[in-house]
């Protein structure tokens, strides 16, 4: 039986990981990257984008959603039907749909990939949505190596969407904790804040998304109140309270439906 032939354009931290698995699962990798420091041990390291994609079976386009069209449109010339080409980046749906339509033309089968966590430590095997014409064919190659694929549509922007979906919470989480220590930290209380945090984290359970909508809309004018309280205390130490008067600004929305 044949190797998989795969090309990776992109070796940073998430190129190389995926990279290196693929090559331990025994698949010929050729890479390519535009730092020319940037490499694998036992990649065939590609002179450009074009070199590294004639003759792969599977394309990964794993750089940035600003270069993602730019690149396939490098590669478009030489890609052949039958070559699947996935786009890893995280981009909006309609980028993954303009990168799908370019690269109609080829023949080649467009994959639009969504991953679900962060490459370091999984690599391959890292969590993915998958969506587009070469959806199944991209999940039937990979998997036998090690990846982790969930179909979840055959239009390209499925599996972008509901990562992007998921980003609004996680990462606007992520910024209202960071906002809450820096806070914290100015007062002498970043310790008791950050165990509070991380004990009620732990302690969430699958009620709490209901918990949390039921709770906005039946006290949306108290929590505003209590959040435009607690912006002024964050710029009476110092703290610039943009997720605070974000959410405050959401609380009045809710009560202006509300009273409507």
């Excluded at 994609?53 to 730019?70: D, H, I, K, T, Y």
């Amino acid at each position: 039986m044949a190797r998989l032939r795969v090309a990776v354009l992109g070796l940073g931290e998430a190129g190389s990981a995926i990279a290196q698995d693929l090559l331990r699962a025994g698949a010929e990798v050729v890479g390519f990257d535009p730092v020319p420091e940037k490499t694998v041990t036992g990649l065939l390291r590609a002179q450009s984008e074009a070199e590294a994609v004639e003759g792969a079976s599977l394309v990964l386009s794993v750089n940035w959603a600003r270069v993602a069209r730019e690149v396939a449109e490098k590669v478009a010339p030489v890609l052949r039907p039958g070559q699947i080409y996935a786009d890893l980046n995280t981009a909006s749906p309609s980028l993954k749909r303009l990168l799908a339509e370019i690269l109609a033309p080829t023949g080649a089968r467009f994959v639009d990939v969504a991953l679900m966590s962060p490459v370091p430590g999984r690599g391959l095997a890292t969590p993915s949505l998958a969506s587009g014409p070469g959806a199944w064919a991209y999940k039937g190659g990979l998997e036998p190596l090690g990846a982790a694929v969930e179909v979840v549509g055959e239009r390209p922007g499925e599996a972008a969407l509901r990562k992007l979906l998921r980003s609004v919470f996680f990462k606007g989480m992520a910024a209202a904790v960071l906002e809450a220590l820096e806070a914290a930290k100015r007062l002498g209380l970043e310790a008791e804040v950050w165990d509070n945090i991380a004990k009620t984290l732990k302690e969430a359970d699958e009620t709490l998304v209901g918990r949390l909508v039921e709770g906005s809309l039946r006290h949306a004018e108290r929590r505003r109140e209590e959040m435009l309280a607690a912006a002024e205390l964050l710029r009476e130490v110092g703290v610039e309270p943009l997720v605070t008067e974000a959410t405050a600004r959401q609380l009045g929305r809710l009560l202006g439906r509300e009273l409507a």
